[in-house]
């Protein structure tokens, strides 16, 4: 030590250190909020805005006619639902339209997403026949099938009638109500889930198969060893999606029955319109809407809830 | 145990050939490195001895057996890949069990229930657990035995990977670059650890790579390949002290062998005035030197350089300096006078020389090179083949190893 002191030079009083000035260090101090600034804007205006409205209003009694001079009745619309088998049934409703669909479209999607991972000729044809369903406006494919469940000349009814089957009410029998919406549903959205997994499916490096071939596992350890962890993730996203999605749908449900028959695939957010517009209760169906938000929330939690199990357990 | 022998294999991939008629025959035990640049076809023959990729013609045998039609599998060999190839979501301990536990698995097993029932059992199996450990304890993994390949360093998950491979004793150990994505020190590590199971295994080790280093340190043959064509098949002292042409002269050794245009004059080779001597190697015999032209081959190390005007050898210019510690790698241009022509041959226009310890030469000093007598190669000037006879033991491909 003594050595080191010796030969270093003698200490001069050296200046304080001081921040040098940066325009970059203020920029980076400020340039996050500006540019999330524009999106939480957006969300402000509409969505955090018409949300909060949406749950006063359902706390007065407002006719559809003068949206402004509703009368506050504290929690009556509420009270009324819950006590109104008409509400449960319209929950009901939701709960086994989602359900449905859900089921359909994921195990539909990933299976032919496994399909149409394997090389085969004309295998980019057929993924764009498959997606093809996904580019078509919700509208016209609720009018496409509204034609083909047509009682009178809908094309499924000359198909059963040539098996035999008598002619029947796709979208006005209560048997098959739900069944025709949830079909076209699913035809709508499977392929989203195809090209979500599909993307996924062709993430997993190849080694991993070949290393499975060294190893001498079948198709189904295979599948299990690689294939699922590697697209479980994306089936467990694609799922919360597609029931958010699902509890929200509007278009094809209403143009296909417009919830009948008989209030079978009346749906929440069936339900808030017809009670808006036909029964003009705004105060009403903001209630229902506010339920359904609690029932999305509810959906949402209890995935998040499982991400976290999953990803402590992965640790 | 097998021994392998590779009869006339091609592959094509569409238009593209990228193996051309290779055959090689790899004695029981020996550890063979096909060592070549990207895109030489050394991965593709590897992929087909392991039965990943079928070749386009030709043969792979083990012992007698033809197993051309055999499965991965079925053929009983290991393999390690570059990338690891790990199953992320299952711990050390599972992936290095899981082709043992595959072993048990049968086709009812399958159903959903029963499956993680048969897993269970399978995952706690005595005689199983015995062998993860042991395979464990060897390669040093044993207190990473429940963390997830995620949660592992580059090096210890080509630990798992070699020791998944090594789970299976199987009769054969394929192994495709499997440092390539390990740093210098982890490299030089694991390196002794091959060497050191291929010793504990006495199996037959393939092992591809572009690293001249793992090649020379490990391999007891080396095949170079160059676009699908075997350049030579030797053990690594001959590729190193006999090159078989001038791409294999250049490819090994670092810096690569200095090449020199030279004439044959009354059977002498001169090179920019300087008449060399005959070699005398030992083992090596008296190249056929021809009336034309030859090339010259000289190793850094059989070079030294002396600023010293009175000795024989070539003038030039000192342009370089490496210090590397123990050697000093000297970049000396010729004199332009000497039209050496050695930029035909040599990346850059420098003769290289390594010497021993530091140099006192600095850059821009004028020097003569002079030459280790006897220790130069001789190569065709057209074909660019050595022009003295191969050793007893190798040619490119066709003869038997370890005779």
Redesign the interface.
Known sequence: MSLRTSISPPAVAQPPIQDAPSRHHMWQKISPYIYVGPAVIYLIIFMIIPVVQGIQLSFTKTPLVRPDGGTGVGLENYAKLLGSPQFYNSLGATVLYTAATVLFAVVIGTGSALLLNRAFKGRTVMRAIITFPWAVPTVATALIFGWIFNRSDGVLNEVVGVMGIGQQGWLVDPKFGMAAVVLTSVWKVMPLVMLVVLASLQSI?T??Y??T?????GA??TF???TW??IAPTVRVVTLLMTIWSIRRFEIIYLLTGGGPVDSTNTLVVNVYRQAFSNQELGRAAAIGALGLVLSLLVTVVYFIMERRTAAK?A | MAKLSLRNISKRFGDTKVIHDFSAEVDNGEFLVLLGASGSGKSTLLRII???TDATAGDVIFDNLRVNRQ???ERD???V?Q?Y??????TVRENIA??LA??K?KGWH?IPGI?TIARRVFGSSKDIAKQVSGVSAMLELDQYADR?P?GLSGGQRQRVALA?ALI?NPSMFLLDEPLSNLDAKLRAELRGEIVRLHRLTGKTFVYVTHDQVEAMTMATQIVILHNGVVQQHATPQEIYTRPANTYVARFIGSPPMNLMAAAVVDGQPVVGGLTLAAPDGPGVGQPRLGDGGVTVGVRPEHLSVTVDGGRQGLPGTVRRIEDLGADTLIGVQPDPALDLKTWELNRDELIWIRQAGQSRLMAGDACTVVPEPGKASYFDSTTGENLAPAGRNSDAGAVPLGA
């Open positions: 490096p080694e991993l070949e290393a071939r060294m190893d001498g596992a189904l350890e299990r060893a690689v962890p590697h992965e | 392991a039965g990943l499965s991965p599998r060999v290991a393999f890949f990338s190839a790990l199953y992320p979501h299952l899981f082709p595959l072993d698995f399958h499956s997830k995620g998944r299976r």
